[in-house]
T-cell receptor, first 113, second 111 residues
Framework: NAGVTQTPKFQVLKTGQSMTLQCAQD?????MYWYRQDPGMGLRLIYY???????DKGEVPNGYNVSRLNKREFSLRLESAAPSQTSVYFC????????????FGPGTRLLVL | EDKVVQSPLSLVVHEGDTVTLNCSYE??????LLWYKQEKKAPTFLFML????IEKKSGRLSSILDKKELFSILNITATQTGDSAIYLC???????????FGGGTRVLVKP
C-alpha cells in the first residue's frame, strides 16, 4: 500500500514549456486534490475532483488544467509554464466520510526559469 | 471570502520550552478545524476539532477550538528538536469538499 504517489519529484522547465504532474493513490479514495505551496502562503488549492469524472476549480486555477483519468489517478497539466508557477505541488486524497483528513503525496518541486 | 490566519509566522525556542500556536478563521458554514505538521515533505495530520471547548491531546501536543471567538490553539509542551516543522491550520466547510489552509507557523527547536 503505497498511499499517494507523485511523479516527478523534481522538474526544471523553461518558460513556455508544458508538462504534466502525475498523482496516483491506491487507497480507493473518491476525492483527490492538487495544491501548491509557496513560502509563507500555506497550501493553496488549485483543482479538486470529488469523484471520478468530476473536477472543480479551487482558489488558484489559472494556468493549470487537470484530468481525473480514473479513480486512482489525477494529473495536473501546465500548458505554458511561467516563472510564477515555480512552487512545490502536492497531491492529496481522502475518503468520502472523512473528507477533512487528507492524505498527501511527497510533493513535486517545480522550477520554471 | 474565507480566511484562515496563523500566528506567529515563525518562532525559535529551546528544547524543553512550551510553544503556543494560534489559528483564527472566518469562514461560512464551518464544519471542522484541522492541524497538520509538515517536516521535510508532505503534511501529516495531527488533530481534527469540531466541538468548542473540547481539548484534543496526543502526547505532548494538545489543541482546543473556540467556535464563539473563531480560533484554535495548538500547544506543544517540553519541546524537542523533532518538533521543528511547519504547523498548518486548515478549516473545512460543511458545503464543499475542500480545506482552506492558513499560511503556517514555522517552529525551530534548538538543542
Amino acid at each position: 500500500n503505497a498511499g499517494v504517489t507523485q511523479t516527478p519529484k523534481f522538474q526544471v522547465l523553461k518558460t513556455g514549456q508544458s508538462m504534466t504532474l502525475q498523482c496516483a493513490q491506491d487507497m480507493n479514495h473518491n476525492s483527490m486534490y492538487w495544491y501548491r505551496q509557496d513560502p509563507g502562503m500555506g497550501l493553496r488549492l488549485i483543482y479538486y475532483s470529488a469523484s471520478e469524472g468530476t473536477t472543480d476549480k479551487g482558489e488558484v486555477p489559472n494556468g493549470y488544467n487537470v484530468s481525473r483519468l480514473n479513480k486512482r489517478e489525477f494529473s495536473l497539466r501546465l500548458e505554458s509554464a511561467a516563472p510564477s508557477q515555480t512552487s512545490v505541488y502536492f497531491c492529496a486524497s481522502t475518503v468520502p466520510l472523512l473528507q477533512e483528513t487528507q492524505y498527501f503525496g511527497p510533493g513535486t518541486r517545480l522550477l520554471v526559469l | 471570502e474565507d480566511k484562515v490566519v496563523q500566528s506567529p509566522l515563525s518562532l525559535v525556542v529551546h528544547e524543553g520550552d512550551t510553544v503556543t500556536l494560534n489559528c483564527s478563521y472566518e469562514v461560512t458554514n464551518f464544519r471542522s478545524l484541522l492541524w497538520y505538521k509538515q517536516e521535510k515533505k508532505a503534511p501529516t495530520f495531527l488533530f481534527m476539532l469540531t466541538s468548542s471547548g473540547i481539548e484534543k491531546k496526543s502526547g505532548r501536543l494538545s489543541s482546543i477550538l473556540d467556535k464563539k471567538e473563531l480560533f484554535s490553539i495548538l500547544n506543544i509542551t517540553a519541546t524537542q528538536t523533532g518538533d521543528s516543522a511547519i504547523y498548518l491550520c486548515a478549516v473545512f466547510k460543511a458545503a464543499g469538499n475542500k480545506l482552506t489552509f492558513g499560511g503556517g507557523t514555522r517552529v525551530l527547536v534548538k538543542p
